[in-house]
T-cell receptor, first 114, second 109 residues
Framework: IAGITQAPTSQILAAGRRMTLRCTQD?????MYWYRQDLGLGLRLIHY???????GKGEVPDGYSVSRANTDDFPLTLASAVPSQTSVYFC?????????????FGPGTRLTVL | GQNIDQPTEMTATEGAIVQINCTYQ??????LFWYQQHAGEAPTFLSY??LDGLEEKGRFSSFLSRSKGYSYLLLKELQMKDSASYLC??????????WGAGTKLIIKP
């Protein structure tokens, strides 16, 4: 049972380049999320999807886009990376987007933008 | 604005008990979560409280007071493997999780 997988594990990227972080879950969860985690700050929600075909903006969506073509996959794209997007990115999923659903996290992608 | 406050770092001794506090101010409340995160790893779920009171799960317990905007995580019989960051998060009126910055717990032998 894989749960949630993310790729790549880490990446160094030149500023201005386009990058897609991949996320796949095999739990048939309806809701998926992208967070970034920076030192001294809490996890911040970038984008989310409550079900396949729908997406929504979180707290810090600027510079990022997502798509949810099917239940399993939720890629995050940085159209033109900037150094402030250097962070650890976590993908998560939950059965539903409702109140008492715990979120399960992928192993994270460590991204450095130079 | 929305705010979750937790101590940045705490130190405790192996075998002892430690209480990690969390206070919150959010637009709406739909439950409070505690997660554990070991260095370099993903957060993993520990507990969920939506009603006032204490929820016990083995060595870990979590308490909630909605009127005070307050929760704590109680860890008993501390083990070295409990050295980790503990994250408090609240689901707001939009059912989105608002996260605290986490409390780094250092366990000494």
């Amino acid at each position: 049972i894989a749960g949630i997988t993310q790729a790549p594990t880490s990446q160094i990227l030149a500023a201005g380049r386009r990058m897609t972080l991949r996320c796949t879950q095999d739990m048939r969860h309806n809701a998926m999320y992208w967070y970034r985690q920076d030192l001294g700050l809490g996890l911040r929600l970038i984008h989310y999807s409550n079900t396949a075909g729908t997406t929504g903006k979180g707290e810090v969506p600027d510079g990022y886009s997502v798509s949810r073509a099917n239940t399993d996959d939720f890629p995050l794209t940085l159209a033109s990376a900037v150094p402030s997007q250097t962070s650890v990115y976590f993908c998560a999923s939950s059965e539903q987007g409702g109140a008492n659903n715990e979120q399960f996290f992928g192993p994270g992608t460590r991204l450095t933008v130079l | 604005g929305q705010n979750i406050d937790q101590p940045t770092e705490m130190t405790a001794t192996e075998g002892a008990i430690v209480q990690i506090n969390c206070t919150y101010q959010t637009s709406g409340f739909n439950g409070l979560f505690w997660y554990q995160q070991h260095a370099g790893e993903a957060p993993t779920f520990l507990s969920y409280n939506v009603l006032d009171g204490l929820e016990e799960k083995g060595r870990f317990s979590s308490f909630l007071s909605r009127s005070k905007g307050y929760s704590y995580l109680l860890l008993k019989e501390l083990q070295m493997k409990d050295s980790a960051s503990y994250l408090c998060a609240v689901k707001d009126s939009n059912y989105q999780l608002i996260w605290g910055a986490g409390t780094k717990l250092i366990i000494k032998p």
